[in-house]
């Protein structure tokens, strides 16, 4: 039958080279039930579809060819039979279990080895059935009994990775500890949650805004108006000196604020460390920066910063001190102007007093499926485990789409980006929130790694339509900044804590961070009031300073900060001195909840309830 099978693509102008092309060729024959005429005409249906170039077929675009096939057997058996329903092991499952869970356990039956059951759910939101789980109906379960994959194969569904104030466990020394994940287990509301009131604040970028028409002029007024807004803080602080031009020859000691640049294409080191000033006091010359007297310091390039020191020759500015943060008595008030804020919670009342200031969420970050499929089983997953913990926001962001998934980027799928998005992403989402009621509140934020959405650095939000959820599902712009029950949470989809990690230097950091670099790599955010203080952005970063460059901006310090990124997830509680004629420091909780998919396995996620300020907040990021 090899043979025939390569005769057929021979005589259809197409060659095979390889032996394990006809091998896979005859196992499509056999499992599709299909000639070897059969198998060239789809072949010569998938050819044309992904116009591909060239005769000879290629083992790589087997995957995408095996996935065309099922999708034409599919389509064909609904056509036949519009109303059929294509049962799965997870039907049968359901069927066989589907009985009282005390009759169960008092029934022993036979050990077996059956995984566990990672198919996707969702659940009936028909009256009268709240709590019964079944299939979803969008479309037949797409695993098979004998198709397991390396997700489903896990031994523990959920661990406790690390907490934080957790009362059970002292001195946060805390052990990996399994939660109790009963895939059959019927959820009982104990009490309605409490909806949470949800408050736009700052500026971001509209749906459907024009970029990639930023000039070299809108890139020099942002790295000027920052430089600016540094020096005027810092004066009125009453700490410092009017800045002056540090590029002028001078024996005495000065006060200078500037940006920190490279002297090169390279990584910054200690000599080629160089500082821009303003237009205003120097014209935005730069100056060698000598730092050799300095006993602490972290730069990094686009950091603000204020020094002190000498300039003797003219050519060459000796610090004796760096001041490498914005002073909390002049920051901008958090009660921006009316119209910066926009409240998304017009047709329901605010929550009662003794509730705000009080909030508990779930925080999650793509990508959202494994990379041996686009399965979603991490997604599903983590909805499940939502569903029984019923946390009033569950924040998830992106990738949703991964432009970095391996089918995506050989574009084995068949369907689009933005059908992915909706089918795999939204349904499952909208499934979760019309499940939980009107009172769960949902926030998504875009990535710039997610293939559907705009590829650029302010993002603007997701552009998604509700009828009947359009006020428990939200999403935020990229960077974001929101009030959720008064607690101010920022948040950004962009790895900035790992591109900072390859871009800064340091020796004996200060404010006692120098053994937690994670630490002290978030406090440069919240330092230079900014969600991307880095300058050049790295590679890869679609920045556009032309598109609502306030986006970027930090006014105040927040309560939570989200920062995605793939290096280890943590929980962390910062110092940032106290405000003026304030007693108590200002904290901030910042949140790294990795990603929720590492592979073909399971990552990480956090869960936290917030009570007032942040020694009164629990935390723990778990493990799927």
């Not at 690390?162 to 002292?170: G, I, T, V």
């Not at 930090?554 to 001195?577: H, Q, R, T, W």
Request: with cysteine; hydrophobic share 35%.
């Amino acid at each position: 039958m090899e043979e025939e099978i390569k005769a057929e693509f021979e005589r259809s102008g197409f060659s095979i080279d390889e032996e394990d092309i006809l091998k896979k060729c005859l196992t499509f024959c056999i499992n599709c039930k299909l000639t070897p005429s059969d198998l060239v005409s789809s072949w010569e249906v998938y050819y044309l579809n992904r116009q591909l170039s060239g005769s000879l077929v290629q083992n790589a675009q087997m995957d995408g060819f095996l996935l065309h096939l099922q999708n034409e057997q599919k389509d064909a058996i609904i056509k036949e039979e519009p109303n059929l329903h294509i049962y799965s092991s997870n039907d049968v499952d359901m069927i066989l279990c589907d009985e009282h869970e005390d009759t169960k356990e008092g029934i022993l039956g036979t050990p077996t080895d059956r995984p566990e059951n990672i198919y996707p759910e969702s659940f009936d939101i028909t009256p009268g059935t709240t709590g019964n789980r079944r299939p979803s109906s969008g479309k037949p379960s797409r695993l098979a009994s004998n198709n397991m994959t390396p997700f489903g194969q896990r031994t523990s569904k959920f661990v406790v990775q690390s907490a934080f104030n957790n009362p059970l466990d002292e001195g946060n020394d805390v052990k990996e500890q399994e939660i109790d994940n009963t895939e059959n287990d019927i959820i009982r509301r104990v009490q309605p949650i409490k909806r949470c009131s949800l408050q736009v604040c700052g500026s971001q970028p509209e749906p459907g805004c024009r970029f990639m028409y930023d000039r070299v002029e809108d890139r020099f007024n942002s790295l000027e108006n920052r430089i600016r807004r540094h020096a005027i803080a810092l004066v009125a602080s009453g700490l410092y000196e009017e800045p002056t031009d540090p590029t002028v020859a001078s024996q005495n000691k000065v006060f200078s604020v500037g940006m920190v640049c490279c002297d090169g294409e390279g990584r910054l080191n200690e000599k080629s460390v160089l500082l821009q000033g303003s237009v205003e006091h120097c014209g935005g010359q730069r100056v060698r920066l000598d730092l050799h007297k300095l006993t602490q310091f972290s730069l990094f390039p686009g950091q603000v910063v204020g020094i002190e020191g000498h300039n003797p020759s003219g050519h060459c500015f000796v610090a004796s001190k760096v001041v490498d943060y914005m002073p909390l008595s002049i920051s901008p008030n958090a009660d921006l102007a009316p119209a910066k804020k926009q409240h998304l919670d017009e047709e329901f009342n605010p929550p009662p007093s003794n509730m705000l200031e009080e909030l508990s969420l779930i925080i999650a970050a793509g990508p959202f499926t494994t990379t041996d499929n686009l399965f979603f089983e991490p997604l599903s997953e983590l909805l499940a485990y939502a569903t029984r913990k019923q946390p009033q926001l569950l924040m998830l962001l992106g990738p949703f789409v991964d432009s970095e998934h391996p089918d995506i980027k050989k574009a084995a799928i068949d369907r689009s980006f933005e059908e992915v998005f909706h089918e795999e992403v939204l349904k499952r989402v909208q499934d979760y929130a019309a499940f939980m009621g009107s009172a769960a509140r949902v926030v998504l934020v875009p990535s710039i790694r997610d293939a559907h959405h705009d590829f650029v650095f302010p993002q603007p939000p997701l552009d998604i339509h509700f009828s009947d959820l359009k006020h428990q599902i939200t999403s935020f712009a990229n960077p974001g900044l929101f009030d959720a029950n008064k607690v101010k949470i920022g948040c950004c989809s962009m790895d900035i804590l790992r591109q900072l990690s390859g871009e800064e230097i340091s020796r004996n950091p200060a404010n006692g961070l120098s053994g937690d670099r994670m630490g002290r790599l978030a406090c440069h955010l919240v330092n230079q009031r900014s969600f991307y203080p880095l300058y050049p952005p790295a590679e890869g970063v679609p920045l556009d300073l032309s598109l609502v460059p306030e986006a970027l901006q930090i006014p105040s310090v927040p309560d939570i900060l989200v920062l995605p990124s793939d290096l280890a997830p943590f929980v962390k509680v910062l110092p940032f001195g106290q405000r003026m004629n304030e007693e108590e420091q200002v904290k901030c909780i910042c949140i790294n909840p990795g990603r929720l998919a590492k592979g073909v396995g399971g990552g990480t996620f956090v869960e936290l309830n917030y009570h007032g300020n942040a020694d009164r907040t629990s935390a723990s990021v778990i493990r799927i």
